[in-house]
């Protein structure tokens, strides 16, 4: 019996999905680049797909991930 074409599809993407790993490893080079913009992106898409990256959901939940410090909010400042 042969395989459905939408069989087929499915079976194809299976094979393109990234693994858990895979995810996980892009997750950590955005996060080390500073890239957190498209950090952000790729966790909203995975957890509209379902999914969900620990390294992700941790790093975005931490509200101290993104409040400056008041000593390089003055540095900053004064070089204007």
């Known amino acids: 019996m042969a ?31 500073q890239l957190n913009l498209t950090a952000l992106e790729l966790h909203t898409e995975l957890i509209e797909s379902g999914l969900e990256i620990p390294r992700l959901r941790d790093f975005f939940s931490n509200p101290g991930n993104f409040e400056r410090q008041l000593g390089e909010f003055y540095t900053y400042s004064a070089r204007k």
């Open 3 to 33: 395989e459905s074409e939408e069989d087929s599809e499915k079976h194809d993407l299976k094979k393109q999905m990234l693994s858990q790993e895979d995810l996980d490893e892009i997750a950590k080079k955005l996060l080390k680049h």
